[in-house]
């Protein structure tokens, strides 16, 4: 657990694994740009046994004086992956991990969506009697307004298409349910702490930007899924929809942030997570801090 002034923040792991072949989630990676990291990379960041990078799944939960607030919801139960073995249908113990961490789903506030990728809003829902209910009961669901809108057209043109099903499953029931808040990519959600505009990644993709006296923190999301792109920051990752965009994005958060107090919560970095850019010659690295 991380102390940010008045602020708490504590990931809760869902799942990390060897996720995928560098060279297919990074498309612009080769041997040759890749070989000079490997020392550094191997084996915190790529498993030796499959030479896949390594992915953590986790939520945020984010305490204030006043609120909690559950930053992304992973990969969920139940939910359907079909191209995604380890994802699909799962069974784990996300609500047992929490209930461990002092919290029952009612006592989550918001629900705050940096974008709307299926490992990201899974725990938005859970199937109850064979209906997609919210998780949270007392939670509104906080989104960029762009994010939603662009989903929503998504799944308009191809409702039954593979990438239909998150916003199917993990988004629509939570639009229906009266829970959902959508807001401005720059949407203040209380004192020291705001949304920041990241698009690329997906269109409506934020930042989450936590300042409590002195404290500040950036929760990225999915502006960089891996520490090589400190060392890259212009390899964007197969999932982004405008990789110039997303380079732009990355790129600018990483300059903000290096040489910096301010902490570093990335989503999928493998644990321990958090830590601090420093700048590195032309490039930059991660000194962690857990
Ligand atoms: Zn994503």
Same mark, same amino acid.
């Given at each position: ?38 020392? @550094? ?5 790529? !498993? &030796? #046994?499959?030479? %896949? ?5 986790? /939520? ?90 662009? @989903? ?5 043109? !191809? &409702? #039954?298409?593979? %990438? ?5 499953? /993990? ?81 600018a958060l990483i300059e903000r942030l290096a040489d910096t107090d301010t902490l570093l919560a990335p989503a999928h970095f493998a644990r321990p997570t958090c830590g601090h850019i420093v700048s ?11």
């Open positions: 657990m991380q102390a940010i002034g008045d602020f708490t923040l504590d990931a809760l792991v869902e799942l990390q694994e060897p996720f995928m072949d560098p060279f297919d989630f990074f498309p612009d990676a080769t041997p040759e740009t890749l070989a000079p990291h490997l020392d @550094w990379l191997l084996p915190r960041y790529m !498993d &030796p #046994e499959t030479r %896949r990078f390594i992915f953590c799944f986790q /939520s945020y939960i984010l305490r204030t004086p006043r609120h909690t607030i559950l930053v992304d919801a992973c990969i969920g139960n139940d939910k359907s992956f079909p191209h995604r073995p380890t994802w699909h249908r799962r069974q784990g113990s996300f609500i047992a991990d929490l209930a461990a961490k002092g919290l029952a789903p009612g006592d989550i506030d918001f629900v705050l969506c940096t974008h709307l990728h299926g490992d990201h809003v899974g725990w938005n829902t859970q199937l109850v009697d064979g209906r997609w209910v919210p998780t949270f009961p007392n939670a509104k669901y906080v989104m960029a307004r762009t994010e939603a809108e662009y @989903w929503r057209g998504r799944h308009a043109a !191809d &409702p #039954e298409g593979v %990438r239909s099903l998150t916003f199917t499953e /993990s988004v629509q029931p939570i639009l229906e349910s009266g829970q959902a808040v959508l807001v401005d990519m720059d949407h203040q959600m209380e004192d020291g702490v705001w949304l920041e505009p990241a698009p690329g990644h997906t269109p409506g993709n934020v930042v989450v930007n936590l300042k409590s006296g002195a404290a500040s923190a950036a929760l990225s999301g999915d502006v960089i899924h891996h520490p090589i792109q400190l060392s890259h920051p212009e390899w964007s990752s197969m999932a982004c929809e405008d990789k110039a965009l997303s380079h732009a994005s990355r790129r590195e010659g032309d490039a930059f690295a991660y000194r962690l801090v857990e």
